[in-house]
């Protein structure tokens, strides 16, 4: 049979749910910010955005 308190007693956590959630934020707007440059890019937009 399994020993839940024991079971308990050994998890470690990996990260904080809130590091994991700033990671995949800052992941996100980086996403987001290449995609805008990139749809400027394509319908003839000023190069000079990024910069």
């Known amino acids: ?3 839940f ?3 308990i007693g050994k ?8 590091d994991v959630e700033t990671a995949v934020k800052d992941e996100v707007l980086d996403i987001m ?3 805008q ?3 400027g890019k394509a319908a ?3 190069e000079s955005e990024m910069s």
């Open 1 to 3: 049979m399994i020993d």
């Open 33 to 35: 910010d290449l995609l």
């Open 44 to 46: 003839g937009g000023d």
């Open 11 to 18: 998890y470690k956590p990996i990260r904080l749910v809130d």
């Open 37 to 39: 440059y990139i749809s």
């Open 5 to 7: 308190k024991e079971e």
